[in-house]
């Protein structure tokens, strides 16, 4: 009982939110992945490989990464039918010096560019800064991936730097962009992301 209580803690069941709802992955939400992860376009925003995967590595990736005890991994519902639309996790957690790597897939393309994807990284950072307790959040991006940037952006992440020419896609060299945000700066964001980061009434009542 004392192990689900310290998971419970740092990983809760699920997190809810205005437009969003995180919850723990389940084995059900495999088909999704593999047929968002054979979406040609997704892997090139998100993967260094250009060959496809095949589905014995997505289902390896699915168990390591998102089911794994020790993974910190949420399916991402579009609110209020609970629909699956991406998933999200923390990864490389850096208990000294409290740190920790952000990773978010929008898979269904009908739910890019509505704010899906900003409300599910401000609940993360929330839960980051004031349940994990973390100093830095920090991540990567392809640096042709310019919806991105900006909707990281627009939560607060500040581009740190560049790994120039880490990508070649197109017929050309792409800087891979490293981007972070402090704890003391989503303090002072927080108040703006407020309205988001509580449930509607019509969502406690689901989620109870």
């Not at 260094?48 to 995967?53: I, N």
């Not at 998102?66 to 639309?85: K, N, V």
Request: proline share 5%.
């Amino acid at each position: 009982m004392e192990e689900v209580l310290a998971r419970d803690d740092w990983h809760p069941p699920q997190i809810i939110g205005r437009q969003v709802a995180l919850r723990r992955p389940r084995p059900d939400d495999l088909p999704a992945v593999i047929r968002w992860y054979h979406d040609p376009e997704i892997a090139r925003l998100t993967r260094y490989q250009t060959r496809p995967m095949s589905n014995a590595e997505i289902e390896r990736f699915f168990e390591i990464r998102l089911l794994s005890p020790d993974a910190l991994a949420y399916s991402i519902l579009e609110l209020p039918d609970w629909r699956l639309a991406g998933f999200t996790t923390f990864s490389a957690f850096d208990a000294d010096n409290a740190s920790v790597l952000f990773h978010i897939t929008i898979g269904e393309r009908d739910a890019w560019g509505r704010g899906l994807g900003s409300e599910a990284t401000a609940l993360m950072l929330d839960h980051a800064f004031a349940r994990l307790g973390v100093h830095r959040v920090g991540l990567t991006v392809f640096g042709y991936n310019e919806r991105a940037i900006r909707a990281y952006q627009k939560v607060g992440f500040r581009i740190e730097g560049r790994l120039r020419d880490a990508v070649h896609r197109d017929g050309r060299w792409w800087d891979e962009v490293a981007m972070g945000i402090l704890a003391d700066e989503w303090a002072e964001l927080r108040a703006h992301w407020a309205a988001v980061l509580e449930p509607a009434p019509e969502s406690r009542a689901v989620a109870s």
